[in-house]
């Protein structure tokens, strides 16, 4: 065990490949930004390829390594399968994955589209997670040990403990009915792989965050109001880069290599606010 406790050391994640799905905007794109400016080479996967190139042009500008995109759909197995075969090709090692695609849907209880609304979530939201992982886990795996394992990071979201799908996210009359229990499962996901993959050196954990500008929340951001929003968080803004990147940074450092099967929430603390049921006062 390194007994160097300084901060270069223990957040050191230079020389490390870095996989990112859905990399190319929101939370995926600030989190690859983070590992590329100190020193990771990373690549960034999604299924638009004009939105990868601006954002591997965006992410080189302050990148110390090399930046690169593979054009990648994993909503099914067949797509996540292409993504490994594609990364395969140019890296026989891969130190830290981030399970980062997502996707959302609203519609009316009553007539909430099956495909669409339950079957596609699902598969990008949780099954992605399952074959990406257990497709690379070999390459995470290999040369790994207790003080320097692979990584697998799992984006769920704060909306995987909160049970309101009707709200200021979605349109009115609709719900975000598969969603929720699509985080949910990604959650118990990371601890099922957690359990697997530990006695290979691989730790997984989940990152849960509240509310970040992206084009997921984009609507409801636009239709309610940012400073609405922002009035509601105990800390009086939205997530930031900083806040992904950094907690991304640290699970794949030398500080976290004794953390696993973790659920992080990341939400400035609103979901407390939520469930607030007297007015707030002075201190």
């Known amino acids: 065990m390194s007994s160097d406790l300084s901060l270069p050391s223990l957040f050191n994640v230079k020389g490390k490949i870095v996989l990112v799905t859905g990399g190319g905007s929101g939370i995926g794109k600030m989190m690859a930004t ?11 996967a999604a299924r638009k390829e004009a939105q990868l190139k601006e954002a591997v042009a965006d992410i080189s500008k302050v990148a110390s390594a090399k930046v690169d995109y593979i054009v990648a759909n994993v909503g099914s197995r ?6 490994i075969k594609e990364f395969r090709k140019r890296e026989n090692k891969l130190h830290v994955l981030v399970n980062n695609s997502g ?5 009316p209880f009553l007539d909430f589209p099956e495909e669409k609304g ?3 979530v699902f598969n990008v939201n949780v099954k992605s997670i399952f074959y ?21 990071i799992n984006i769920s979201s ?87 990147a950094g907690l991304a940074l640290f699970l794949a450092s030398p500080a976290s290599a004794h953390i696993t099967g973790v659920h992080i929430l990341l939400d400035g603390g609103a979901r407390f606010r939520r469930q607030a049921i007297a007015p707030a006062t002075k201190l």
């Open 118 to 120: 339950w079957d596609n």
């Open 158 to 244: 704060t909306a995987s403990v909160e049970p309101q799908s009707e709200g200021s996210l979605s349109s009115d009359g609709n719900g975000t009915w598969s969603y929720q229990p699509s985080k949910a499962a990604v959650n118990q996901l990371t601890s099922q792989l957690a359990v697997k993959l530990g006695p290979h050196q691989i730790t997984v954990n989940a990152i849960l965050p509240g509310l970040f500008p992206s084009k997921m929340t984009a609507f409801g951001l636009k239709t309610a109001g940012e400073a609405s929003f922002a009035a509601n968080q105990p800390s009086g803004r939205f997530g930031g880069p900083s806040d992904i």
């Open 78 to 83: 067949a797509g996540c399968d292409a993504l």
């Open 34 to 44: 983070g590992f590329a400016q100190n020193g990771a080479k990373v690549y960034i």
């Open 132 to 152: 990406m992982t257990a497709g690379l886990s070999d390459l995470l795996a290999k040369d790994a040990t207790n003080a320097d394992p692979g990584r697998v």
């Open 103 to 107: 996707i959302t849907w609203g519609g």
